[in-house]
């Protein structure tokens, strides 16, 4: 009786999303009403729906009063869906979609509802516009290609092997392969080099065919790269096994801006950041345990160090010193943790 409340509530439910409402069910010849469960139960056969015109609207298999099996909607536009339930109502087998005049619009397997294996979509002119592969029932897709209508690639994703005859000439197996990424508009917005099914190399670009970003992928180290719309350098990330090792940005004039080196580990990693003044001198270099400074130097503008500080395990100053042009310490103060401090060289620092 549940399953016959299914039926029921989705054929109710179709017809009052449809422009025109299913008038007649039947099954065998029989008149039946979907709506009543005990009209359709314990029948087997394909139950057929149709519209005031006549037209023939669905198509549902019972199986002893249950929906399982064919599972077809042709609707008001000529245009078709089938499929194939299981026994949860879901859909199982191959399931397909036609366009009006009864060109494919999308052909797949499914698995208990889930896609398994290629997933392909079409436009109406019979040409590919995405294809999908999906190792697993229930998974992500292990491998995707999007096509624009006039054929040019929209969008890629490989997997480690070949997985459809598409992906061959994209995704580099055995030899490299170049590819560009084409929007809707006709504009190319990547090129990406694959090795073996993973992306090696590539550029994005902005409206005006701009280099916007970049990235090289060496064994486990990947170098990203932003650039300004004068074609330079705007910043640099390289990372190691998902960490940032290593990251630098640049000013408009081309002069190093800041600089970061930091140690590939995941708890309280050692890092170093050093800021520049616009004309390249050092200005600024900080030392860190994880997000915590340690150790400050401030630089003259001829970079030379004028200042240090350092601090403790809760980021309090515990030193301060202050250099002369030679490198000599004019000042030398400790502070402890009531805030209070000692002098240790210089009178400056009473005055502070």
Known sequence: MRRTTILATLLLGMSMSGAAAARRCEINGIDVNPDNG???????????????????????????????????TTREDGSISERQVNANGNTEGVAREFYPGGQ?????????????????????????????FYAKAGSQAAAA????????????????QSVMSED???????KPAEVDLIDASGRRTEHRTYRDGQS?????????GRRRESFERTGKRVTIRKYFESGEV????VREDGFEVAASEWYMNGQLKQRLVREPVMDSPKST?????????????????GTRSTREERFDEKGVRAEEYTYDDEGRPTRHRKFAPDGGVTLEEAFYPDGSRKLIKGEAAIAQ
């Open 168 to 174: 061959r000439a994209y995704c580099g197996y055995g």
């Open 200 to 208: 090696i190399a590539g550029e994005s670009f902005d409206a005006q």
């Open 38 to 72: 005990a009209t359709t139960a314990g029948k087997t056969g394909i139950l057929k729906c149709y519209r005031d015109d006549g037209t023939l609207w669905q198509e549902r298999e019972l199986r002893d009063g249950t929906h399982i099996g064919l599972d077809r």
């Open 273 to 289: 950041v050093e800021r520049f003044r616009d004309n390249g001198v050092l200005h600024v270099r900080e030392e860190f345990v």
């Open 145 to 160: 290609i999007a096509y624009n209508r006039d054929g040019t690639l929209h969008d890629l994703r490989c997997a480690d």
């Open 234 to 237: 705007a910043s640099q990330s």
């Open 104 to 132: 494919i619009k999308q052909e797949g397997r499914y698995e208990n509802g889930s896609s398994i294996g290629l997933l392909k979509n079409f436009y109406p002119d019979g040409r590919p516009s995405a294809l999908r």
